[in-house]
């Protein structure tokens, strides 16, 4: 009978603890996150960008986001991965790393600062002033309290113009002030 408890107890444990996460993969997301830090502290040291740091901390970002997706700094990590390939150049990736924080994680703090990230990337970046006018009325429709709200107004009404015809228009407004 006791040998039959035992066997029992010995079960239920292996059970219990069966369910946790293992210490492995809790310490590889500590791992991948310290990387991370790391990386960020060796990027932000200069004020200039070094574009081999800025795709190795990208690759980071979404690396964890693949392998951590439920965590709560992955939208964070997909934010931030959108704005420096933004600040080098790759327009394209910033606009699918916002894409998946609109898809993924619409309850995310900065939700609306992405929203008008991506309208921003799209008139400034790629030129498509068809889907910056599309992000940014949307910004302005869900948002229209937010801190970047005037920002979105001001873009919309300038939304398409060359220098020169800003400078015109800036002239006119220039001579009725």
């Given at each position: 009978m006791k040998v039959k408890n035992v066997f029992v107890l010995c079960i239920i444990v292996l059970a219990v603890f069966s369910c946790k996460p293992s210490k492995k993969e809790l310490t590889e997301q500590e791992k991948l996150k310290n990387e991370i830090v790391n990386i960020e502290k060796e990027l932000?040291?200069?004020?200039?960008?070094?574009?081999?740091?800025?795709?190795?901390?990208?690759?980071?970002?979404?690396?964890?986001?693949?392998e951590y997706p439920n965590d709560t700094i992955a939208p964070d990590y997909l934010f931030k991965a959108a704005e420096i390939s933004m600040n080098i150049g790759e327009s394209e990736d910033a606009i699918a790393f916002l894409t998946r924080i609109e898809k993924n994680?619409?309850?995310?703090?900065?939700?609306?600062?992405?929203?008008?990230?991506?309208?921003?990337?799209?008139?400034?970046?790629?030129?498509?002033?068809?889907?910056?006018q599309e992000y940014y009325s949307l910004f302005l429709k869900d948002y229209p309290d937010h801190i970047l709200a005037k920002d979105a107004e001001a873009a919309l009404l300038f939304l398409g113009m060359n220098d020169q015809q800003?400078?015109?228009?800036?002239?006119v407004m220039n001579k009725y002030n």
């Open positions: 932000y040291k200069s004020e200039e960008i070094n574009e081999e740091l800025a795709i190795q901390i990208i690759e980071k970002y979404i690396e964890f986001v693949n994680y619409k309850k995310y703090s900065n939700y609306p600062a992405c929203v008008f990230l991506k309208a921003f990337i799209f008139e400034n970046s790629i030129g498509d002033i068809a889907m910056a800003l400078l015109e228009l800036f002239s």
